[in-house]
């Protein structure tokens, strides 16, 4: 069956790349698409609208993964005659926990759960795709799948993070509608799952059993190392602690770093003492010592030097440095960003920020939480708060205070 691939017109900014060009655990939004298709049995097309069906169409800013879009094809074959229809994924903790600013309007299944109509169809013989698009879509008939997720629970202290549990679903049947730069976050931390359970059972158990009988003695670190995948070339330092992670060729990690569940591109540097969990990290980036980098992604050759960093993304050969401060949480409200010409609720009160491509952030200040740097700019502490005259007649032990540009003794009269 032809799959076609149909414009959605949509630039995620700051970084206002081509939409099949984001990057998603180190491979293009275009790339898993088309790796699904060939998986799913389909065939892609050429560019442009469908004439008419049988055929699958695609929105081309939805993420979804190879299971899920074989599901979808297998469904289809059980489709109403002569019915246009659509995915809907039903009771989803993914589509509940997830559904924000995707533009999907998830409806309430069950406690906890919901569903949600996502930008794939399936068109029948004889059906138009541009008549299908016009009509109502209360018409529309609906192929709904059930992922199968594992679903994680913690409790956590309500006053602190506005609700009384997190919960982290799990599942190789992923789904997400890139809008927002916070939707290129969250497919990056489901393309982990994705690839790690997206294999046949018989091989996990067999990896899992040989990470056991390799772990001898038996520990929680060992086994943990012996689940990571470690490339050609690489220069781990003894002392560094790598858990569940895959390490591409050619990294370098320090001295007592700690890379745990996390991607690491190709020849990154993750410097001594450095942190980073749950992350990707494109080709050529770069940690610097002390930094602690959480549920974040780095694109290519983007630098992190702040000394914790959580919840945000870093475009091409960005840089942060150690002195600027991404706030990472509200405890008022939901942050809010904006999206379609206002600013929208995220359902959250955490997330990081977004830096543009080849945006450089000095030191001596903080962004709130949600903000995107453009592409290009620097952005550095006001010349005025720099201390630039130094008086060099101090007496030892005279206490200095900065006053505009200058360090004057703490007794001075500020007018003077």
């Not at 929105?59 to 995915?87: E, G, I, K, M, W």
């Not at 809907?88 to 569903?115: C, F, K, N, W």
């Not at 030191?363 to 592409?375: C, H, L, Q, V, Y």
Request: with cysteine; net charge positive; aromatic share 6%.
């Amino acid at each position: 069956m032809r799959c076609h691939i149909v414009p959605s017109g949509v630039l995620i900014t700051p970084f206002l790349d081509p939409i099949g060009e984001t990057l998603i655990a180190n491979r293009t939004l275009r790339a898993w698409q088309e790796e699904a298709m060939g998986r799913s049995g389909l065939v892609l097309a050429e560019e442009g609208l469908p004439p008419e069906g049988p055929c699958v169409v695609l929105q081309d800013n939805l993420f979804l993964s190879a299971p899920l879009l074989r599901a979808f094809v297998a469904a289809s074959r059980r489709a109403p005659p002569n019915a246009p229809a659509a995915l809907e994924l039903s009771d989803s903790a993914m589509v509940a926990e997830y559904h924000h600013l995707q533009g999907i309007a998830p409806h309430p299944d069950r406690e906890g759960t919901a569903r949600a109509r996502y930008p794939l169809f399936y068109l029948p013989p004889g059906v138009r795709f541009e008549d299908a698009r016009e009509t109502p879509t209360g018409q529309w008939a609906t192929l709904p799948i059930k992922p199968r997720e594992r679903v994680f629970e913690f409790d956590v202290p309500e006053h602190y993070f506005g609700k009384q549990k997190l919960r982290y679903p799990l599942t190789a049947m992923s789904a997400m509608v890139l809008r927002h730069w916070v939707h290129i976050l969250r497919a990056n931390l489901m393309a982990q799952a994705v690839d790690a359970l997206d294999q046949p059972r018989w091989r996990r158990t067999l990896r899992t059993l040989w990470a056991l009988l390799t772990a001898l003695p038996p520990s929680r670190a060992r086994l943990m190392r012996r689940m990571s995948r470690i490339g050609r070339d690489c220069r781990i330092h003894p002392t560094a602690i790598i858990e569940a992670s895959t390490i591409e060729d050619g990294v370098t990690i320090g001295p007592h770093a700690v890379v745990s569940f996390s991607r690491i591109g190709a020849r990154s540097w993750i410097q001594e003492l450095a942190k980073v969990s749950l992350s990707v990290l494109g080709e050529k980036s770069f940690v610097s010592s002390g930094t602690m980098l959480n549920s974040s992604v780095l694109y290519p050759q983007a630098a992190a030097s702040q000394r914790l960093m959580q919840m945000s993304v870093l475009g091409r050969r960005s840089i942060t440095t150690g002195g600027a401060f991404l706030m990472d949480m509200r405890f008022d409200d939901d942050v809010r960003v904006p999206l379609d010409g206002r600013l929208q609720s995220l359902g959250t009160r955490f997330l990081g920020s977004a830096i543009g491509h080849e945006a450089r952030l000095g030191t001596g200040f903080w962004i709130a939480p949600g903000r995107e740097i453009p592409n290009g700019v620097t952005v550095v502490r006001d010349p005025a708060h720099v201390v630039r005259r130094v008086p060099r007649d101090a007496a030892p032990g005279t206490v200095l205070v900065v006053r505009g540009e200058r360090l004057v003794p703490l007794t001075d009269d500020p007018t003077g």
